[in-house]
């Protein structure tokens, strides 16, 4: 049972990877494991994600400038 909840994760994930934009990945990632972003560094996101740490930087500014008012 574990293991199939496992593998279904695992699929969701490679459909999002696949499917989606590394904006798109990042929102999810935002939105499914708030914790994490402030727990994690940046490089380990980034690998998560698919994307550099430095493009992720650029994600990370770019959601900043459009939440501020």
Do not use: C, W
């Amino acid at each position: 049972m574990i293991i199939e909840d496992q593998f279904v994760e695992l699929q969701q994930r490679m459909l999002l990877r696949n499917a989606s934009s590394a904006e798109q990945r990042y929102e999810h990632f935002v939105t499914h494991h708030p914790g994490l972003v402030a727990r994690l560094p940046n490089v380990h996101i980034a690998s998560y994600l698919g994307v550099t740490p430095e493009f992720l930087s650029r994600l990370r500014a770019k959601k900043a400038t459009r939440t501020d008012p």
